[in-house]
């Protein structure tokens, strides 16, 4: 059974930076592509960052040049940095865990962690 644990979220004021963390229960991580969701209220659940099994990362326009996914594979953990928060990244951080199989997505969701940004 896949489980994953978000943590680090909290309160933070403008300006300021938080890293998120990740940890996958899933037999063989690496395999997996992983990303960084968030839901503020009122709103979809819209993609952050993400990070395919090769390494290869994609960003919200919203968010890029100012988050950095990674992953650690040994850790089966991905992190999300956070820099530069703005109110407007106010929101619950979600990761997300896909794996494909004969084209087939399977999706896998954390718990989530709450992330403020605010004076």
């Known amino acids: 059974q896949v489980q994953l644990v978000e943590s680090g979220g909290g309160l933070v004021q403008p300006g300021g930076s938080l890293r998120l963390s990740c940890a996958a229960s899933i037999r063989i991580f690496s395999t997996y592509d992983m990303g960084w969701y968030r839901q503020a209220p009122g709103k979809q659940r819209e993609l952050v960052a993400a990070?395919?099994?090769?390494?290869?990362?994609n960003y919200a326009a919203s968010v890029k040049g100012r988050f950095t996914i990674s992953r650690d594979n040994a850790k089966n953990t991905v992190f999300l940095q956070m820099n530069s928060l703005k109110p407007e990244d106010t929101a619950v951080y979600y990761c997300?865990?896909?794996?494909?199989?004969?084209?087939?997505?399977?999706?896998?969701w954390g718990q989530g962690t709450q992330v403020t940004v605010s004076s």
């Open positions: 990070i395919t099994s090769s390494g290869t990362t």
């Open positions: 997300n865990g896909r794996n494909v199989v004969v084209g087939l997505a399977y999706d896998y």
